[in-house]
Structure formats: C-alpha cells, structure tokens
C-alpha cells in the first residue's frame, strides 16, 4: 500500500482502497502523514481480491484528512451515521515506552491535548508486544503457507524470493506453534474486549520510530534492534487478530509529522471512532491531515461503488 500513500501524500488522488494484514494500510499513512482505517474484519468484502491470510485481511479506505476517509467510509459500509460520543480513552505506557522519543513526546502531546479537551485518559494494560509479535509470526507464516499452496499450488514457485523463503520457514515450523498461537489470538482478543469495556477507545502510537529508512534491514527502537518487517508491525498487527477497527492519523512534534497515532474502537464501532477524530479537540497535536502543499479540494463526492470488483493483493 506504500504507492497508494505516496500518491496520495504527493496530491495525485483524494483517496485510496488498500488492504491490511498486519498494518498494510495504517503503517504508510504513518510514514507519509496521511490518514488510513482499518475497518472492523469482515465488515468490507475481500471479494475480487487477492487475498495473503484470510483470517487477517481487511480492506479499508485511506486518504489526505480523517474527513475524506469518513466521506469514503460512508460510500463502503452505506453508513453516513454519527458515532456516540466518547468519554473516555485508554493507553499502555509499556507500548509508549517500546517507541522512540520523539515518537513518545508527540503521542504524549496527544495525550495532554485530549485531557484539555475534557476526555478522561486512563492506562490500561494490553498484550506485551513481544507475545503479540510471536502470535502473529507463527499464524501468518503457517496461515499463510497452507492457503496458498492449497488454493494456488501453480503460482507459489513463481512468487518472489522472500515469500518463497517464507514458506520454506514455516513449513518446518510444528504444528504445536501454531496451536499455541490460536489460543493466545483468542486470549488476546479477549483482553482487548475488556479494555473496551473499561473504556470507549483505546490509543497507542502507530510506529515505534517516527522516520523509518526505506532500505533499512533493522530499526532500532528504544534501544532494541529488530527486524524491519517486525519492528513496523508490532503496533498495529495485534487488531488485524482480534478484528477490531483501528485508523491511524499523523501526529506532530514541533510542526513536523511523527509517525501516526493509532485509535481502536470497539468491533462495529468505526463510525465512532471517525466522529472522534473530527469532534474531540485534539487538531493541535494531531491534525486532521496533513498539508502536502498542494491545493486540492478537501472534499469529494464519492458514488456508491459496486462492492467486489476491485482486484490486487492483500499486503
């Protein structure tokens, strides 16, 4: 998805359809200031498209401002209605503490803006990142590799080197691993469904590093050195899991953009989540887009589309 947020960072388009496994469309609208969501699973149809682990791909909306994703939004789901009000969010300071400083002043801006705007902020506890990372390593490759040499035996010799690889990996990986990854998906899941009951959304940064080099092997976050694959993902893969709907916005520190803020709702609840973004006084630090420099209309009128007929790969 990094050429849809390219164009759409470059002027060229007012919006996009991208797909996410595990960040595909929130983790480039991070590195390119623009604003990307992740809708609920199964909420879009993956029909026509090519899918990577069925039970992570979504299809979602991406564009230059939080209102164009909602004009979007309101085209794919027929929806259009007001999200309730929300009252309250929630943040794991284990997962702040994981991201680099700049990273953790500008969610940390976030965080005061919203307190000055009257929304109670509290800490809640989710999945260490390191079990989240594990759970999602072993279900995607074994996923991954048992779909498409079921479904598309002729085409995997033909995939890229690094896929094949992939496979190769996880082919000899027993099947106890993934297992144990499916119970803990389901004990994850849980755990996140009660932190919405505890509070209406939940916030956490969308990248541990603000400026990922795109040749880079590693990054290095907080003093830890990952894989890059690994390190852009450990944000945001845990909601491709549990399902829940998760847009990502740019944050900003001191007029720069600083990776993206990653706001959760409840499963169904993505209109809330966008009235949220639109109603809850935190421009300052976040903005609901980002100025490109080029003037296009902030708006667009989009027709109802006919659902289904979009082809690609879920990345």
């Given amino acids: 998805?990094?050429?849809?947020?390219?164009?759409?960072?470059?002027?060229?388009?007012?919006?996009?359809?991208?797909?996410?496994?595990?960040?595909s469309i929130r983790i480039p609208s991070a590195c390119c200031g623009t604003v990307g969501l992740k809708p609920s699973f199964g909420r879009l149809s993956m029909e026509g498209i090519y899918p990577l682990i069925p039970s992570l791909d979504h299809v979602g909306p991406m564009a230059r401002t939080v209102e164009d994703v909602r004009?979007?939004?309101?085209?794919?789901?027929?929806?259009g209605k007001e999200g309730k009000p929300v009252a309250s969010v929630g943040f794991d300071p284990r997962w702040v503490e994981e991201a680099d400083y700049p990273v953790t002043e500008a969610f940390a801006a976030a965080l005061d803006d919203m307190r000055r705007a009257g929304v109670d902020v509290r800490k809640v506890s989710l999945p260490r990142l390191h079990d989240v990372l594990q759970m999602?390593?072993?279900?995607?490759?074994?996923?991954?590799?048992?779909?498409?040499?079921?479904?598309?035996?002729?085409?995997?010799?033909?995939?890229?080197?690094?896929?094949?690889?992939?496979?190769?990996?996880?082919?000899?990986?027993?099947?106890?691993?993934?297992?144990?990854?499916?119970?803990?998906?389901?004990?994850?899941?849980?755990?996140?469904?009660?932190?919405?009951?505890?509070?209406?959304?939940?916030?956490?940064?969308a990248l541990s590093v603000s400026k990922p080099r795109r040749d880079a092997t590693e990054l290095v976050a907080a003093g830890q050195s990952l894989d890059f694959t690994l390190a852009m993902v450990r944000q945001t893969c845990l909601f491709n899991h549990t399902g829940h709907p998760a847009l990502v916005m740019p944050?900003?520190?001191?007029?720069?953009?600083?990776?993206?803020?990653q706001i959760v709702g409840r499963n169904g609840e993505e209109n809330r989540i966008l009235t949220f973004c639109?109603?809850?006084?935190?421009?300052?630090a976040l903005g609901a887009g980002v100025d490109h420099g080029r003037r296009w209309p902030s708006r667009v009128v989009l027709a109802s589309p006919t659902?289904?007929?979009?082809?690609?790969?879920?990345?």
């Avoid at 944050?251 to 803020?261: A, F, H, I, S």
Wanted: hydrophobic share 40%; net charge negative; charged share 20%.
């Fill in 136 to 205: 999602h390593g072993s279900i995607f490759f074994l996923e991954g590799v048992a779909y498409h040499r079921a479904h598309f035996p002729e085409a995997v010799p033909h995939y890229p080197a690094m896929a094949r690889q992939w496979f190769d990996l996880a082919w000899q990986m027993p099947a106890s691993d993934y297992i144990e990854a499916c119970e803990n998906r389901v004990r994850f899941t849980s755990e996140v469904d009660r932190v919405l009951d505890e509070v209406d959304l939940i916030l956490t940064p």
């Fill in 251 to 261: 944050m900003r520190e001191e007029n720069t953009v600083c990776g993206g803020l």
């Fill in 278 to 284: 639109k109603h809850a006084g935190v421009p300052r």
């Fill in 307 to 315: 659902w289904g007929k979009a082809s690609g790969q879920a990345t």
């Fill in 1 to 23: 998805m990094q050429v849809s947020d390219c164009t759409l960072a470059a002027g060229y388009c007012l919006g996009a359809l991208g797909t996410d496994t595990g960040g």
């Fill in 71 to 79: 004009l979007m939004w309101d085209a794919l789901s027929n929806g």
